[in-house]
């Protein structure tokens, strides 16, 4: 597999140094369309014609399709696809197969993501610097909701350029001209004769064609595939065990590696008390300091490199963090809400005499939430090879195939071996949620690599190690404050968030520079509510930093600004003495599309009925990585204040919907995953360290306190937004409202409840006493 | 040397009687399916039918499987690859996102389904303990019931 894959890469590679514009066709109207997106010229690699860096087509006729994007269980290689599908006009089936691409091609960079906009909707001096800056890295990386958006126009393009050149190549065969030729089941057909040829016997011709530079895209009315519910092209393998993870990756020869990290981050490793005691521990070949921070056991099998791990007894450095807990942050958190000096995200109309109108009924409340983290089903883990001539080859599940290559690089480095060259493999995602961006485990693979040239090593982190060593979503305080007018909405909304910088914990770790964590805008994502009418408002935010590295976290910001501000709404309409849902309508009078999709989600909850006494509903909505989502939680309180989630109904608006079957499921899954965090979930520091190590005290939903979800599509003709992670910010807020609405009470901290044990496995969520 | 049958295929194994049945089935006997999830027998990402009783391998030493015989997510289909009616439930259902924990849900629900053929949600609520991080929970129910009437059928 690896010389294969490494051929096609260097084919990919050497062609686009030829330097052609094959994607120029694909770019289309913006600035994007206009530049050369080196992409590589058709060419045929054994029985592939490669038409261009997203489609082959072989001679059997089957489509292998590249998709740029990580499969972490989004669904994205099977929405990609079945967008080349729709342009390349071929039914959705068996013959499509999906590859994620080897080579780094700059048209396969996420501007979408770096640069906040569709590429098709591109323009501009700025954006075609940043673009062109942005594909020299390459940027590749899946994250951010972006793949559908960023890569609707590209892929799209790409079939229908691929069309063409079928097309021009039958029209030669033919003898006849193109526009007497249609396409149809995978065949250019030629009607006034009856001809028909097969896209597998054309492709080699077409791939020697010039690409067209602005294949037209079919109109709405013509598409078949888009908008269908189509099966996903990975889930046969399964639910058979086969997909490779990057923890299933086997190559000959290979060693595995077990590693301790500092408890306390920012630790380093004082000495071992036992190391030629490990040493000589079953298979073990290596004991290895990595940077200083870590040790690492590499052994023949991983079961023996982690039991040596096991009996290791190290001597930690102290470090000054070491007096840091929650509480102490707490502290700073929420005394950086009366600090001065805070950014100003937004300012609008005069808020103070706003405030001063409506100083009869003003609303404000505290908020906060833990640190949490992303516990993938897979822990961290990578493989690396370094061979004797300097050329190195990793295969991860990784988010991003560029901090793959980034991570090589560095760890090799603290080896003082600099690759001659790198090719990386991103595998299935046992899930990713955002921590797969980083390169921390990558990195240390690449140094016992480096130790080990010629043999690759799989690092895997155990369960602990992965607990303890998060990349975390940060803790976070708020205030808001409201001034109602006379009709009961608000005057003047103002909202301060205290929390540490994402952008700058997190490119501070990959990049030699790392944007000021000031006025970080992922800090303050989810508090501004545009949507909703309200004269004056204000949105600034604080930096709290602490020793912990913080990352993305599935919709960053607006996991904690929505459960913020959707609370605070609900706090208005109670105050105002109005219905959540009507209130909110009256707010989203300027906002048609916002208010549709409440609506209908208050439509599809029966809003309005009658409950059960321990029963309550809660709504909350946000739009966030181009989409609009509203939730409504139902949840029944028991005596003892247990409290059971049983169902939440969504309605999302994404725009144009590519597979539906996917969207919902995103939707579902992030109902989960937010719904986890909103009960159970929170990351502890104690002296300096996380307490939490494995799912017994970190615990997640299971199948008993999964909510029931029902799942409405809004019908659109706009473009796709995001869909992996619109759906979590609204379902803490619409949690909490649906506590205080059936018991009086308003929670304003995460969790929301006290997880117990009740027999092997299970939990039940309970709510914490009221202090007397 | 341990015997014992994986997938209905007698094995010989030269491993550590102390070594989780997880490693030997993964190192050992190439089986890629298990996966190992916490190493503490809490998400089951690692189940298996151990003479049929879903069980989690991670925690389960190879002397334990002596003479045993053992199912992993890859000896579930039939003849020629033929899906049982719990992967074809998974199937119908979309059921897997990342797919990685979905081996051990498999396993678990095929144990549930092969003692009680019926199981109302409470029992299964009571049974299936798995841990999915992608939330694939309402599709998993929905599966285990359409598999449960499959099997009626069948």
């Known amino acids: ?772 | 040397m341990i015997s014992l049958t994986v997938n209905d295929t007698a094995v010989r194994v030269s491993a550590p009687p102390d070594k989780p049945l997880l490693w030997v089935l993964r190192e050992d006997l190439g089986l890629l399916g298990p996966k190992y999830g916490c190493g503490v027998a809490q998400c089951g990402a690692c189940r298996v039918l151990i003479d049929g009783v879903s069980t989690p391998s991670c925690v389960t030493p190879l002397a334990e499987v002596e003479g045993a015989s053992v199912v992993t997510v890859e000896g579930l289909s039939g003849v020629e690859g033929a899906l049982s009616a719990v992967q074809q439930a998974w199937l119908e259902e979309q059921v897997p996102q990342c797919g990685f924990c979905q081996p051990g849900f498999l396993v678990a629900v095929t144990a549930l389904l092969d003692r009680n053929p019926n199981p109302s949600d409470a029992e299964i609520n009571e049974a299936i303990t798995n841990i999915c991080r992608c939330g694939t929970y309402p599709r998993i129910r929905r599966a285990i019931h359409r598999a449960a009437a499959a099997r009626v059928q069948g």
């Open chain 1, 1 to 772: 597999m690896a010389r294969i894959l490494s051929r096609r890469a260097f084919l990919f590679t050497g062609a686009a140094l030829g330097g052609t514009a094959l994607v120029a066709g694909v770019a289309g109207t913006g600035y994007l369309a206009t530049v050369d997106m080196d992409g590589p010229d058709g060419f045929v690699d054994g029985n592939r014609a490669v038409l261009n860096a997203f489609l082959a087509i072989q001679e059997d006729g089957r489509v292998v399709i590249q998709v740029p994007r990580t499969e972490m269980g989004q669904g994205i290689h099977t929405g990609m696809a079945m967008l080349v599908a729709e342009e390349l006009d071929i039914p959705f089936d068996d013959r499509i197969s999906v590859e994620h691409p080897t080579g780094l091609l700059p048209v396969y960079t996420n501007y979408a993501l770096s640069l906040r906009t569709r590429p098709e909707d591109a323009r501009g001096p700025l954006l075609w610097a940043g673009q062109r800056a942005l594909g020299l890295v390459p940027l590749i990386v899946t994250g951010g909701s972006s793949s559908t958006y960023g890569l609707w126009f590209p892929m799209r393009s790409a079939g229908a350029a691929a069309r063409h050149m079928l097309l021009a190549a039958g029209a030669a065969r033919l003898g006849v001209p193109v526009a007497e030729l249609t396409t149809s089941d995978g065949l250019v057909r030629h009607a006034a004769t009856g001809r028909a040829i097969a896209y597998g016997a054309l492709a080699r011709d077409a791939a020697r064609l010039p690409p067209p530079r602005n294949p037209a895209l079919r109109p709405v009315s013509a598409w078949r595939v888009i908008g269908t519910p189509q099966r996903r092209v990975d889930i046969p393998d399964k639910i058979r065990g086969k997909p490779v993870f990057g923890i299933d990756v086997v190559l000959p020869d290979m060693l595995h590696a077990a590693i301790r990290q500092a408890p306390v981050f920012g630790g380093t490793v004082a000495g071992v008390a036992n190391m030629a005691e490990i040493r000589r521990a079953p298979g073990v070949v290596d004991v290895a300091v990595i940077d200083g921070k870590s040790l690492a056991v590499v052994a023949s099998s991983w079961w023996q490199a982690e039991t040596a791990a096991q009996g290791l007894r190290i001597d930690w450095a102290a470090t000054e963090a070491a007096h840091v807990s929650s509480a102490s942050l707490g502290v700073a958190l929420r005394g950086a809400l009366d600090a001065g000096g805070a950014h100003v995200h937004l300012q609008q109309g005069d808020l103070s005499a706003s405030f001063a109108l409506g100083q009869e009924r003003v609303v404000s409340a505290t908020y906060e939430v833990p640190f949490v983290t992303h516990a993938c089903m897979e822990t961290m883990n990578a493989t690396v090879l370094i061979r004797q001539d300097g050329s190195a080859e990793a295969w991860s599940s990784t988010q991003s195939p560029m901090t793959l290559r980034w991570g090589v690089n560095r760890g090799a480095g603290w080896a003082g071996v600099e690759p001659t060259s790198v090719i990386g493999h991103v595998t299935m995602n046992g899930g990713a949620f955002g921590r797969r961006n980083e390169f921390d485990a990558v990195a240390q693979a690449a140094f016992l690599a480096a130790r080990h040239r010629g043999r690759p090593v799989k690092l895997l982190w155990s369960r602990e190690q992965d607990m303890t060593h998060g990349t975390y979503r940060s803790h976070a305080a708020a205030r808001l404050r409201a001034a109602l007018g006379p009709d009961g909405l608000p005057v003047a909304y103002d909202a301060m968030v205290a929390a540490q910088s994402l952008q700058n914990s997190a490119m501070g770790r990959s990049l030699p520079f790392a944007p000021s964590p000031h006025g970080d805008r992922l800090t303050a994502e989810g508090l501004d509510k545009s949507y909703y009418a309200i004269p004056s408002r204000r949105v600034r935010s604080q930096h709290v930093p602490s020793h912990l590295p913080i990352g993305f976290w599935r919709a960053n910001g607006y996991s904690f600004n929505t459960f913020f501000s959707e609370s605070f709404i609900d706090e208005c309409a109670l105050a105002a003495g109005q219905d959540p849902v009507a209130y909110r309508r009256r707010l989203l009078r300027d906002s048609p599309r916002h208010l549709a999709v409440l609506e209908r989600v208050a439509v599809l909850a029966g809003w309005g009925s009658l409950l059960p006494p321990g029963r309550g509903r809660g709504v909350a909505l946000e739009e966030s990585f181009l989409s609009i989502v509203a939730q409504v939680a139902e949840v029944t309180v028991a005596d003892d204040g247990e409290v059971t989630l049983d169902r939440v109904l969504c309605v999302a608006d994404v725009g144009i919907v590519v597979n539906p079957d996917s969207v919902a499921a995103q939707m579902e899954g992030s109902i989960v995953f937010g719904a986890t965090a909103a009960l159970m979930n929170a990351i502890t520091i104690e002296s300096g360290a996380v307490a939490e190590t494995n799912f017994h005290d970190f615990p997640v939903q299971r199948l008993a306190n999964a909510p029931e979800v029902i799942v409405e599509l809004i019908r659109s003709e706009l473009p796709p937004g995001g869909a992996g992670e619109p759906g979590t910010p609204p379902v803490a807020p619409a949690i909490a409202n649906a506590i205080a609405n059936a018991t009086g009470r308003r929670l304003r901290r995460l969790p929301l409840a006290i997880t117990e044990t009740i027999g092997e496995r299970r939990t039940r969520s309970v709510l914490a006493k009221e202090p007397s």
